[in-house]
């Protein structure tokens, strides 16, 4: 596990479908935010290793119905998917320290993106690192999630 500290902002990831993964300013705020530092370190190294432009959906990805050039990716190993195959939104924050209650939301870089970080390279750009209520709340607010899609502060 890597220590937090060490993250880049910037990733090469091993997924031969994306080439980089980036995070914008407010994923990075909400990541750091998180208190357990061993869970920073697992849900950057889920998005770098995971994420990617999706084909289809499952219990653990998709894309916002409302919205779908943005995707959503919970924050779980694909590996692990059958110990994590649902949520309750009433459940208490007990286990807010593992990155299974987690959801990543990301899309592609736009040009303008691509230009003001200086990556030439397609790149998938997480825009919002969400507890899993937080991104259940989301799913019902199209004009919110209308603003992920904007051009981010890389």
Not at 16 to 43: D, H, T, W, Y
Not at 123 to 139: E, G, I, K, T
Request: zero cysteines.
């Amino acid at each position: 596990m890597r220590n937090i500290e060490s993250l880049n902002d910037t990733a090469w990831s091993n997924t031969p479908m994306q080439g980089f993964v980036k995070f914008n300013r407010r994923s990075r705020e909400q990541l750091r935010a998180i208190g357990a530092p061993e869970v920073k370190a697992e849900i950057h190294q889920i998005a770098v290793d995971e994420i990617l432009d999706l084909a289809h959906e499952s219990a653990i990805e998709g894309r916002f119905a409302d919205v779908p050039v943005l995707m959503w990716r919970r924050a779980i190993r694909r590996v692990d998917l059958g110990d994590f195959d649902s949520f309750e939104i009433g459940r208490t924050d007990e286990d807010r320290y593992q990155a299974s209650n987690y959801v990543l939301v990301y899309r592609w870089m736009t040009d303008n993106e691509h230009i003001k970080s200086g990556t030439n390279q397609d790149a998938l750009l997480v825009v919002s690192v969400l507890l899993n209520h937080d991104w259940a709340h989301l799913l019902g607010e199209p004009n919110l999630l209308q603003t992920l899609t904007l051009d981010q502060v890389i």
